[in-house]
């Protein structure tokens, strides 16, 4: 959870495509955990660590549960599993042995559901419809735009 200051550019999207309505781990090269339209990637003891914290934050949760804590009653946030000073047992936990530096936006062949793959460092996101990539650029282009504006303050 942030602190918004502002928000520069809100927009709808349409609804969410079949396709990413599912959660999966595959093995690959490395290995990804997909979430609707978001895939991170791993190391095996990087999934690992992250497996854990899941697990330790469904008994976390399922502790407040029990104790009457009902969603959006909070506004602080509760850490119920994990760590948020160290990613265990990786040693450099800011650096990502994979892709560290990338940012990169694919067209993906026709034929594939996903049209569209924004990388992220680790992270990947999905768009599989041209009204979803067109408002998310328009969107982006907006907010850059008010962000400049933002700065010249």
């Not at 407040?64 to 909070?74: C, D, I, T």
Request: aromatic share 10%; with cysteine; charged share 35%.
């Amino acid at each position: 959870m942030g602190k918004i200051e502002k928000i520069l550019v809100k927009n709808n999207l349409p609804n969410r495509d079949l396709h990413n309505s599912r959660v999966f781990v595959d093995v690959a090269e490395n290995i990804h955990f997909h979430y609707r339209e978001h895939r991170i990637v791993f190391s095996k003891d990087e999934f690992l660590s992250f497996a854990k914290a899941i697990t330790d934050g469904a008994e976390g949760l399922k502790k407040l549960v029990e104790k009457g804590y009902k969603e959006m009653n909070n506004v602080d946030t509760i850490i119920v599993g994990g760590s948020q000073s160290k990613f265990l047992p990786v040693k450099e936990p800011t650096k990502s042995k994979y892709f560290d530096n990338r940012i990169q936006i694919e067209k993906q062949k026709d034929g594939q559901c996903d049209i569209i793959h924004i990388h992220y460092r680790d992270y990947r996101l999905v768009m599989c419809n041209k009204e979803t990539w067109d408002i998310f650029c328009k969107t982006i282009i907006e907010a850059h735009k008010n962000m400049e504006e933002e700065w010249k303050k």
